[in-house]
């Protein structure tokens, strides 16, 4: 009798661990999980923003962030400025565009912005962009979030 009083005892045991113990660990690690974004640790990062021109691709390293952008307007575009913040420092123009540039329609250019020291952490740019349509003067913004190594 005693022996079924003992089995008996750790069926009731893994219950209580299956039924109760184990979804709070679940419920733990979700929240963990939403709290902690999985794209911040240890993520080459992404760009998001400028919908008429599409940043493609993109590098950040010690020295600075290159961009490559699609001018996806439908014609050329003048008066071309780049600029970027990085951690929310002062905007800065690019290296190719300043403002007094041109970028012909469908055509894949490279920008970028050098010396900038960044320190091996992670790293946040906000970008701008200005430029004439042959109508109007537009602007757009984006977003770059990178881990130098």
């Known amino acids: 009798m005693q022996t079924w009083l003992k089995i008996l005892l750790i ?4 219950i209580v661990v299956l039924f109760v113990v184990l979804p709070i ?13 999985p794209t911040q640790i240890s993520s080459t990062g ?12 993109f590098e950040i390293s ?27 420092g002062e905007y800065i123009n690019s290296s190719q565009y300043n403002g007094d540039d041109e970028i012909v329609a469908n055509a894949i ?10 320190v091996r952490a992670s ?10 349509d042959g109508d109007f003067t537009r602007t757009a913004t984006a977003s770059c979030r990178g881990v130098v190594n």
């Open 109 to 118: 250019t490279t920008v970028s912005w050098t010396g900038q020291n960044l």
């Open 62 to 88: 010690s020295d600075g962030l290159q961009i490559q952008i699609t001018n996806q307007t439908g014609r050329n575009i003048e008066d071309v400025g780049i600029k970027a913040s990085f951690d929310h």
């Open 25 to 37: 660990v679940i419920v733990v690690i979700a929240a963990l999980v939403f709290l902690i974004n």
């Open 123 to 132: 790293h946040t740019m906000d970008l701008e962009v200005s430029y004439f």
């Open 11 to 14: 069926i009731a045991a893994a």
């Open 46 to 57: 992404d760009c998001a923003g400028f919908q008429k021109l599409p940043i493609g691709n």
